[in-house]
């Protein structure tokens, strides 16, 4: 069973930065893809980075220059989050796909203006 853990989020003022951490256990196949989605309150969830088990790296228009994705030891995932607006306020979900897609249970960021 594959789960997945996030942390780090916050409250922080505009301009200000967040790192989110994803740690993940269970069995991850080698050949993945694991990366951070959003969702703000009234709209739907929308893919903000991903990052392949080759390190190819994917990021959403909004947030190109100001996050980066990143992996560490045992499938872990990191979000550098700069440079913060108030619209990048939402919840955040971790994620993983290989054979199946796997979710956290999301982390929570207010950006105030």
């Known amino acids: 069973q594959v789960q997945l853990v996030e942390s780090g989020g916050g409250l922080v003022q505009a301009g200000g930065s967040l790192r989110l951490s994803c740690a993940a256990s269970?069995?991850?196949?080698?050949?993945?893809?694991m990366g951070w989605y959003r969702q703000a309150p009234g709209k739907s969830r929308e893919l903000v980075a991903v990052?392949?088990?080759?390190?190819?790296t994917n990021y959403a228009d909004s947030v190109k220059g100001r996050f980066t994705i990143s992996r560490g030891a045992k499938s872990a995932v990191y979000l550098q989050m700069n440079s913060l607006k108030p619209e990048d306020t939402a919840v955040y979900y971790c994620?993983?796909?290989?054979?199946?897609?796997?979710w956290g249970q999301g982390t929570q960021v207010t950006v105030s203006s």
């Open positions: 269970g069995t991850i196949l080698s050949n993945n893809a």
């Open positions: 994620y993983a796909t290989f054979s199946n897609t796997y």
């Open positions: 990052i392949t088990s080759g390190g190819n």
